[in-house]
């Protein structure tokens, strides 16, 4: 059936109806309009003077009629069907309308009671747009209804599908624009569909608007034929419904009957699967809405085409203070959406308008999902002392933390079977985490083959090949009142760069806003990590998002780095009972040392950073700090230590570990910063302090940079040396390995100058025959491969060709293999 047979079935709206929606709409854009030019004056009762103009013009119009129409038909839809819908606005700023219409409904003003329904609230709407110490330009989080800000473009479908997953009464209507439509993120969540399970999870209803030009360039889609766009559009798995015209009225008709259609075709599906258990694939509506830019706005400005055409992006009438034709070309404009018939004297929406807007949480800018705090619930969290490993004594036993925290998680799924799911690109298997497919399948909706892997019509688990989704999904899944945590390879974390600036930034002011509740952190789990990269190489070694992340308000982040197993698990039990945060927990997934027992963990994780008595022997009175943050780093760090106590056992040394790295920072700076007297008790005021760093070693500094004994902090980290070689090789092309950071005590502790000058060239001597032994043999050498805490080696008892030759050495693998 063709898009115009559909909708000549679909129940046709009546005048009356076209009427009432018209009516709001013209509101709306009214409301628009006076929110980007308006200081004085909102009900036009005079004629507009120069001081009734901003002076500042701020805001983009282009996009904003269309928001508003579809809006519009959304309430009708929702009142004559009872639906709970909520609204994402993708097209980049389009503030104007989301407010606009809170307004009308009357939400704004309950929230923000000196923006009321009549005349002075008009003027105190207009006058805080996108003006010193007002609202911004897009649907921010001060917007009521808002969960998707649309400040960057790409990211509304991917919001989309995390709302709608769980939600199975939910309509989540996504509005994206087609410049948006351009970027790479928005072009893979149109796969979002293949993941949507209609039994358990709402729908997605996304509406493609056709208007034809970003800022100064015409859209791709609106340059293409219709058949190509159309295709392509199928081809991602959609029923397009099309509506496209310039004359009000027929366009009014046109979307009410795709939006008839639309709802349709989904409640068809959601029976059909709910009822009858059929769960063969098809095609979810969408709507393809084609009219001009700045629409019922400017037709020509100056002489010059403005409506339809890209000079309607923004402000279409910039001279309009200084500029009386500009400043009556305004007025014009204003009057055209007939402010008298939707006003009254007061400057309330007349009773009309008031009567067809939805009821309490129906209203879309009131739809507590657009307000997840209001939603969420804690999670059921087991207790993790199941789960935990038994430690005799430090490092006496071996684990893969993740793995252990992937069983941790199985449970986790089975207490909490409907607010909490695992994102992630296609790495839950490789980061260790494949315990969770005891109770969970893989969720994917596509065509299912015999052998495929773990693959279920519902699941908490979703995976896609693309860290723009996975990170979209989360977030709407945790903005709409759920829990997550997105795992994935800690080099390629960076794609979401930008996308974690905008949650971060929601996170801060929603912080500031006290009618929203907080939701779950986003917990991103790092592994398959710089240090244990060998296999990959290069590319794949990178630990900076750390110090992306520490770029973003303090108290919004946390950046953890658990030693071993114990602590990962303590630490993430912590990070899913969080609300309000960034949590960045990184874990080598590989083979590695247990040094603490569950209860020491627990206690030094709350701690964030502690002296390991057990590595020490300074007797409170050191001559070295040796400390660590970060696995890999940790082990290098204790062979340090273990390599100086056997050579140097008069050699006072502390041993310091640090799980929240931003302990060291200011606690003035920072939440979880330790106080200066806290700090200087463990890292002393004048003693050199020889820091293995998981990251870049200019964070630390930057960390410290205001401590007493900053001059004496000397720090070892990545610095961008890599490639495809072993795991010790790895440390040492970056200068982390043990022996240079026994050069490093010995080159900073004075007492040492010459009385370690033997074991300062045996440290030389043992790094260069260990990196002659990686080209020999493709393997480390036996006594770093061997290396435990509980035989603490000499660096001279072996280690040479002639007395160890035998490469097939077994021991602890510090890599493990690497999938």
Known sequence: MSDAQQLETATTMEDAEIHLVDAWWRAANYLSVGQIYLLDNPRLRRPLEPGDIKPRLLGHWGTTPGLNLVWAHLNRLIRARDVDAIFLAGPGHGGPA??????????????????????????????QFSFPGGVPSHAAPETPGSMHEGGELGYVLSHAYGAAMDNPGLLV????????????????????????????????????????????????????????????????????????????????????????????????????AREDGDLERRPWPMILLVTPKGWTGPHEVDGVPVEGTWRSHQVPLAETRSNDAHRAQLEEWLRSYRPGELFDDVGRPVPVLREIAPRGHRRMSDNPHANGGLLRRPLDLPDIRTHTVEVSSPGASIHEATRVFGKYLVEVLRENPDNFRIFGPDETASNRLDAVYAVTDKVFAGELRPGDPQLGRS???????????????????????RHGVFNCYEAFIHIV?????????????????????????????????????DHNGFSHQDPGFIDHVVNKKAEVVRVYLPPDTNTLLSTMRHCLA????????????????????????????????????????????????????????????????????????????????????????????????????????????????????????????????RRANHRNIHVRGYKEEGTTTTPFDMVMMNDLDRFHLVLDVIDRVPSLASRAAALRQQMIDTGRRAHLWTREYGEDLPLVRDWSWQSQPSPGAAGSPSTTADPGMTGLDATGGQA
């Not at 009321?116 to 609230?121: I, K, R, S, V």
């Not at 209507?173 to 039994?199: C, I, M, Q, R, Y």
Request: overall charge negative; aromatic content about 8%; glycine content about 8%.
């Open 497 to 533: 760069d930008s996308m974690l600036n905008q949650h971060a930034k929601w996170l801060k002011t929603t912080r500031e806003i006290e009618w929203r509740p907080p939701v779950a952190s986003l917990n991103y789990l790092l592994t398959s990590h710089v240090w244990r990269q």
């Open 98 to 127: 989301v407010l606009a219409n809170a307004w009308l409904e009357g939400t704004y003003s309950e929230v923000y009671p000196h923006v009321g329904q009549d005349e002075a609230g008009l003027k105190a709407l207009f006058r």
């Open 578 to 705: 969080s609300t309000h945060y960034v949590n960045v927990v990184v874990s080598g997934k590989q083979p590695s040392f247990d040094w603490l027992t569950a209860d020491e963990a627990d206690l030094h994780c709350a701690r964030g950073v502690g002296i390991w008595e057990w590595a020490s022997n300074d007797d409170g009175d050191p001559d070295v700090v040796l400390a660590s943050a970060g696995d890999v780093p940790t082990i290098e760090a204790l062979a340090a230590a273990s390599i100086l106590r056997e050579h140097l056992p008069a050699l006072r040394i502390r041993f310091v570990n640090v799980v929240d790295l931003m302990r060291l920072q200011d606690s003035g700076e920072h939440p979880h910063g330790l106080s200066d007297s806290s700090f200087d008790s463990i890292f002393t005021t004048d003693r050199p302090v020889i820091f293995a760093y998981h990251g870049y070693p200019w964070l630390i500094h930057r960390l410290t940079y």
């Open 173 to 272: 209507t996504a509005v994206v624009g087609d410049g948006e439509f351009e970027t790479g993120p928005l072009a893979t969540s149109w796969h979002a569909n293949k993941f949507v399970d209609p039994v358990h999870d709402g729908a997605v209803l996304p509406v493609l608007h056709l208007n034809g030009w970003k800022i100064a360039n015409p859209t791709i889609p609106s340059r293409i034929s219709r058949p190509e766009l159309l295709s392509l559009l199928n081809g991602y798995g959609h029923e397009v419904l099309t509506v496209e015209g310039d004359d009000p009225e027929d366009v009014h008709r046109q979307l009410g009957r795709a939006l008839d259609v639309a709802h349709d075709r989904i409640v068809a599906i959601q029976r059909a």
């Open 459 to 481: 699941g908490r688990v979703v995976e896609m090949l693309s860290e723009h989704t996975c990170q979209g999904w989360l977030e709407g899944y945790l903005l709409t009142g």
